[in-house]
């Protein structure tokens, strides 16, 4: 490995994204609960992250469709808090999640028979999308540290959002792809840890970039006066 440089790069990506519905739609608790059961994982994806894209430089953030439309069209505030509640950061794959807001809803039906009798008015009903993403990679290509730093100050928040949030729930990533490659590839396993540790989920996507940024100024510091390995003649 030349000194200095770290193999392999890491590759920032971009992603663009097309809405397109599904077909299905519910009118009640009943049939939501069975069409989550059912919809693609795009559709679980886009209704748990949809607020993020659009959104993205407000806090505190929306809560998820399904939360939104539970309190506000069926009325039902009680389950649309604990909708709300569910927390994306906990869950490691989308089916995960699904299962997570199946059984939220399963449980509220069970404590609660008569909820099954809200039903949504014509034109009111949950129509579910799904989100489909074109994965194109940016300009930026980098070995190092600094060059990483330099970078993320660059990208767009559209390709912080796909290495922070996409690449872990539809990719199947273990974790966010900047946290693996600071500690897989660089070594950095405390910034990646740090970075690991963050929830990305309370704050916006610049609020990510800002506060990766402030983790990666220290150890930047360190890097530039880090004695230079003695070299044989």
Known sequence: MTAGRATPAFQFYTRLH????TGLRAASLQQLATLLERVPDAAIYHHTHQFLQQYQYLLPQP???????VST????????????????IAYGSLQELRRALIAVIRGHLRQRPLARLRTAGAGQEFYFVK????????PYRVHSLAAFAA??????????????????????????????WLGQV????????QIASLDPY????????????????????????????????
């Open 18 to 21: 097309l809405r397109e519905l």
């Open 63 to 69: 809560p998820n469709d399904f939360a939104h439309w």
């Open 73 to 88: 069209v069926l009325g039902d505030e009680a389950l649309g808090e604990r909708l709300a509640s569910v927390d994306p």
């Open 131 to 138: 989100s489909i993403s074109f994965i194109v990679p940016t």
């Open 151 to 180: 970078a993320l100050q660059q990208v767009t928040i559209d390709a912080i959002y796909f290495h922070i949030f996409e690449a872990r729930l539809r990719l199947g990533r273990p974790d966010n792809e900047f946290s693996l």
């Open 186 to 193: 660089l070594g950095e396993r405390e910034l990646a840890q």
């Open 202 to 233: 309370s704050r916006t996507l610049e609020g990510v970039r800002q506060t990766i940024l402030d983790l990666l100024r220290p150890h930047l510091r360190r890097a530039r006066t880090s004695p230079e390995p003695a070299r044989g003649h």
